[in-house]
């Protein structure tokens, strides 16, 4: 379990909602992957270039992400 499962959930939620960013912590619930594990695959994603990340400020801070349209 971990990345495949995570990116095919960004992949699908995407398409569905191309404006919605995704916190590692919802990924983990919805997935019923560990949040470690979702964590490190987010990364490992990133740095492959299949997801896109942002830093989000304010009261609830924390990286969101959503896939990246012209990956796979």
């Given at each position: 379990?971990?990345?495949?499962?995570?990116?095919?959930?960004l992949?699908d939620?995407?398409?569905?909602?191309?404006?919605k960013?995704?916190?590692?912590?919802?990924?983990a619930?919805?997935?019923?992957?560990?949040?470690?594990?979702?964590?490190?695959?987010?990364?490992?994603?990133?740095?492959?270039n299949?997801?896109?990340?942002?830093?989000e400020c304010g009261?609830?801070?924390?990286?969101?992400?959503?896939?990246k349209?012209?990956?796979?």
């Amino acid at each position: 379990m971990g990345q495949q499962e995570v990116y095919d959930f960004l992949k699908d939620k995407y398409k569905k909602n191309k404006e919605k960013w995704w916190t590692s912590k919802i990924i983990a619930e919805k997935t019923d992957i560990s949040r470690g594990s979702v964590t490190m695959s987010l990364k490992k994603l990133c740095y492959q270039n299949f997801i896109e990340f942002k830093v989000e400020c304010g009261y609830k801070k924390g990286n969101q992400y959503k896939h990246k349209p012209d990956s796979k």
